[in-house]
């Protein structure tokens, strides 16, 4: 997205994440959306509250809605049978990101059953009519070694035009942490997480180019994962560079489902959906001059 004529414009993608995982966090996506700044969702395939992650997509046509990826948490949408690296004894998903990485280089992960499970969960989506802004992933996961290839060779597959590139700019992540109340350890944690990811696929962008599939031109969000500020929100949008740039989010309401789903974005789904529905800072974007956009249009300007 680096058309020179469009210089003094910037777009900002605000997606919601975990479009899915419960009933409250669906709720409280559609009111971020509806009455905040959030332009677009992710949808996980094997979420609980799928259904009603569909029916809120069909609702709101205005929001745009991308496929979370996802190898970490549930059960697969593929068959099982076929599958059987990606699991548990359980028959679901085995853990985080570090110990795919781990699995990955020894090898005891089939990429091959990786991108049947990731088309499944595309193809879920499609199948109940509606049509992926974008692919990102649960955890990031798609820019473990290996992975991107196969997220760029299924967004051809499917005809979906932009992909999330996890690279975070650390201007981004200074404006974003701005104000008192981050934990500052969790912080930092996830912002050696964010150079890692970087390091992992430092190649991805030019590997979207060669593919003719669109991405954002910044990207920021995963050191304040769970740690969003109004402050800092504010201080990005003072900030934010030109082209597109997408801030990547978590809000929801804490039902009794998340509360007992494993994540540990509670009550901080709820901060932030209230600071993306702040005036403030719906009243920045305006006065700045800020176009709020989602990946459907952003892959128009590529």
Known sequence: MEHRDRQDLRNLIVNAD???????????????????????????????????????????????????????????????????????DRGEFEGRPESLLLRLARRSVLLSEIEQEWDAQIQKVRDVGVEPTHLDGHRHVQMLPGLFEIVLRLAKRHGIAAVRISHEES????????????????????????????????????????????????????AQTGELTREGVLRLLEILPEGTTELMCHPGYADADLAKSATRLQASRQTELEILTDTQIRNLVASQGIRLVDYGFAAQEA
């Open 171 to 222: 201007s981004l992540r200074a404006a974003l942490s701005a104000g008192a109340k981050q934990k500052g350890t969790v912080v930092m944690k996830q912002g050696v997480q964010a150079r890692g990811l970087k390091l992992l696929a430092r190649d991805a962008r030019e590997q979207a180019e060669r593919a003719g599939i669109a991405a954002a031109d910044h990207f920021c969000g995963i």
């Open 18 to 88: 975990d479009l899915g995982w419960t009933e409250g966090v669906n709720r409280g996506i559609a009111e971020a959306h509806r009455n905040g700044i959030v332009t677009s969702a992710s949808l996980l395939a094997n979420g609980p509250a799928f259904q009603s992650g569909v029916e809120l997509a069909h609702a709101t046509p205005g929001l745009g809605v991308g496929v979370h990826l996802n190898l970490s948490d549930g059960e697969p949408v593929a068959d099982r049978e076929s599958v059987t690296t990606l699991l548990n």
